[in-house]
């Protein structure tokens, strides 16, 4: 937990939330960052590697998960492909990421 604007704010280890590795220690510390998220009216940190840039995108400029996509990798994560003028991103699905335990937490920590 963090202290946001003083506001008691939850933090949550995207990496271990996603089921990805560990870093090793000392690999691109200085790069990882907390991002704050408002999930149904909730504010929720997360901890990232990195962030490169905050851009905003419109519906329109979302596709659906291509098939061949879902049919080969875990997609319960993924909202969508976002695409961009000079290359494609990957959007996750914060609602899926931050569900069950991690909302409960933070609806009772706001309460």
């Not at 996509?69 to 931050?98: F, Q, S």
């Amino acid at each position: 937990m963090i202290n946001l604007r003083g506001q008691i704010t939850t933090i949550i280890d995207l990496r271990r939330k996603l089921g990805l590795l560990e870093k090793e220690s000392g690999e691109d510390e200085q790069q990882e960052r907390v991002i704050v998220v408002e999930v149904d009216k909730n504010t929720v940190g997360m901890a990232v590697d990195a962030v490169t840039e905050v851009t905003y995108l419109s519906e329109s400029d979302i596709d659906e998960v291509p098939a061949l996509v879902k049919e080969n990798i875990g997609t319960e994560y993924l909202r969508g492909v976002g695409k961009l003028p000079n290359r494609l991103l990957i959007l996750i699905d914060l609602k899926r990421v931050l569900h069950g335990e991690e909302m409960e937490g933070v609806l009772h920590q706001s309460a």
